[in-house]
């Protein structure tokens, strides 16, 4: 009996502790870097940190990405959802089409990006063949960076919207047809159907994508070292470049203390609206 | 306008938007597969959008010379172990979610989603050193450890789940017949769970696949393919590869990942539908 009621927390035990470490260690490590220096507790380290102009740049890039990128991808998920739920000819395909950049990785979003936008590339050879300018448009260089902003929201958006449009395409998939032909009788029309009915069912998958991607955002590295490098700072690029370049360990882990910050923030929100709904025993 | 043309010009707008959006996707990797074989006198024609000659010079050069394919060697060598690693842990605890009620197992269960919440690649900072002391800097296994930490939170959810769906009925009749639970559990509920486990192998595989921040934070010699493109292609401030090897580059990357979803499509559609549930 004993021995039974302990099996549970046995089999758990592993990779709970596994990942306790992981995150437990770390977490340590960086208040021990960020905070002490020769051994005794100093705020030296911090104070580099945020004297330097890239830290705030790189705060205020991570935060407008995210703010920027979201938003959009969401909103753009959810009427793709609504649009493909539909039955109609050739759905598989274009399905299909919509999830391939699902596993593409930032880093080859952005080189594919690069393809279309660099002065030789795509786009401005069709432009200026079809003659609409007679002069490649720029969107790469540090005399840009607005542009080069434009293109990490543009990748990502490509990139990372599949992920999104497939999760809110299950919560779809999951609303029952009972609710829909109940109101069709009524005599609600579309857009009512959607606004009483689709949409507030669907607010789970929309709430937990969201939160899902900012967090992601939080976290935006390959793709900007890719296409803009430190035109654009942003967190845990300069976190990455202290680190392999400057060897500044302590200020590295400062950056990293300020994402995990930003994100267990998020990540509050996200139990806070998620909730454990799924994942119930089966009894 | 009667209802009849309202219609037709209803359903052409709605092709056009789709067609529009398939476009959007597609178009990008046409582009960038044509330009990682187009010659470099061809690239640099402005008369020339789509190219007519075509070399395998950089695709081979940045293989071979530059070593995308140790790359690609380490990649898999690193997703495999993290698969191993993840599923060893993560198979017992999922498990146990799904077939058990015990107290405290929300709080558990909650504190893995926070915990996948939690964001490893950045804790890697802190990690290295860590590892400098553990001798497990720029090893292959360091890397997999550190992707194991990412994907085991999304291993334990999906498998609870896949478990979850076996019924329960099938093991309790196979230990009525004198199997021991972990008897049952080998014999019924693992075949069961089988293809749903693979599907999230192949999704754990993807994940490390793509990861670049750990990876190149760990390593330096032993690169797996996107931290080795990366440094290949951005060095440390940005934009050192002439274009063609960058489109070279975006191939290489690309045409894996594309062939895994020719064959996972299905797959994951339904996988997130489960974790969503």
Redesign the interface.
Known sequence: MERR?L???L??L???A???F??G???V??LY?AFTKNGALSLDTVRRTVNNYYFWSALKNTIALAAVIVPIQVALAVV?AL??NKA?K?RDL???????????????SG??????L?P???LN??L??IGLTSH?IYF?GYQYRTREFFVIVLSEI?RSTA?VF??I???L??ISKDYLEAAEVFGANYWTRLRRIVLPLLK??IQ?ALI?RT?FA??I??VV???????VPVL?GE???Q???IKD?GV??I??LV??GL??L??IL??KF?K?E?????? | MNDETKYALKKVGFYTVIFVVVIWIILPLIVAFLYGFTTKADYYDPNKVIPHHFTTEYVKTLLFTLGAWDGIKNSVIVATLTIIISFILGIPAGYSIAKFIFPGKDTIKLSIVALRMFPIPIMTIPLVVLYIRLHLADTLLGVALAHTAMALPFVVLITSSIFAGVSKEYEEAAMVFGLTRFGSFLRITLPLALPGLAAAAMFTFVMSWNEVFVASVLTLTHRTLPAQILSIMAGSSGGAAPDYYKFAAAFIMTLPSMIFIFFARKYLVTMWGITLK
């Open positions: 009621s099996l549970p927390y089999l758990i592993p990779a709970f596994y990942l306790l992981f995150v260690y770390p977490l490590q960086a870097l793709l649009l493909l109609f050739g274009a399905i299909y089409a919509l999830v391939i950049p699902l596993t593409i990785s930032d880093v080859a080189l594919i990006w690069y393809s279309m660099s030789y590339g795509f050879k069709f200026m063949n490649p790469f490509w992920i497939v999760m395409l299950a919560g998939q999951m789970p998958s937990s899902i967090l939080m976290q590295f390959g070292w890719i296409l803009a490098g430190r035109d845990a976190g990455f470049y680190l392999m370049e360990y590295a882990s950056y990293a994402i995990a994100s267990l998020l990540g996200y139990v998620l454990a799924y994942l119930e025993v089966k009894t």
